[in-house]
């Protein structure tokens, strides 16, 4: 089985450009959580989609963060325009909807540069 | 005061020793209790969860303790390859929803 994948890997940009990262959960999990550790700081929870809905997007740190899931497959979170402060790791997880079977699988994260 | 507070670490430990990591959590309605490991520049993965009753997976045990809001990992006989980050992990809810990650507390076995 496939597991959660993230691109791109590593992305340098400017601050003020845009940057779209992908998560491509694993197949059948319907819970897609977004997250990301900026240095030094804990892992920190942005969003959890469950399918296309946002369930819960408690975590997004301001309006230049904006996380889609259209059709309830892959998501993207779109940072525009970017800061230096967003530095850090993204991470992806996805999950079953099922009560007995709810461990987050993890992707390997995109680690995001904002010179 | 953060919502889940570790071992600040790192511990550095020789093949073979016990060691034990402790993590307390801020929020009393919290529902789902979990060890993550995260090797160096990798995601952090599944170690297992932790439940009231306690429970083992070969050298490592877990034992949550709700009145005290208190969770622990210990692994014995160490080895190796247990060298790596260990997150404690905390869930609000029994289903989905979600984590909320200790800074993590960071092991270094020595041969």
């Known amino acids: 089985e496939a597991g959660v994948t993230q691109f791109p890997s590593h992305s340098v940009i400017e601050k003020g450009q845009t940057v779209t990262l992908r998560c491509d959960p694993i197949?059948?999990?319907?819970?897609l959580y977004w997250y990301r550790r900026v240095m030094g700081k804990e892992i920190k929870f942005l969003l959890h989609f469950v399918k296309e809905s946002k369930q819960d997007e408690s975590g997004m740190p301001n309006n230049r963060f904006l996380a889609e899931r259209t059709g309830g497959t892959y998501s993207t979170l779109k940072v525009q325009p970017a800061e230096l402060e967003d530095s850090g790791v993204y991470f992806c997880?996805?999950?079953?909807?099922?009560?007995?079977?709810?461990?987050?699988?993890f992707g390997p994260g995109t680690r995001l540069t904002v010179l | 005061r953060k919502e889940v507070e570790q071992d600040p670490g790192p511990f550095n430990v020789p093949e073979g020793a016990t060691v034990a990591f402790n993590c307390t959590y801020s929020n009393s309605a919290s529902q789902s209790f979990f060890w993550y490991r995260q090797d160096c520049r990798k995601e952090p993965k599944l170690l297992m969860s932790?439940?009231?009753s306690g429970n083992e997976d070969g050298r490592f045990t877990a034992q949550l303790n709700r009145a005290s809001q208190y969770i622990s990992l210990l692994i014995r006989d160490s080895k190796l390859s247990d060298s790596a980050t260990y997150l404690c992990?905390?869930?609000?809810?029994?289903?989905?929803?979600?984590?909320?990650f200790g800074d993590g507390t960071t092991l270094t076995v020595k041969p």
């Open positions: 992990v905390v869930n609000p809810n029994t289903n989905a929803g979600k984590s909320t």
């Open positions: 197949s059948g999990h319907d819970n």
């Open positions: 932790v439940y009231s």
């Open positions: 997880a996805s999950s079953h909807l099922n009560l007995l079977d709810n461990e987050q699988f």
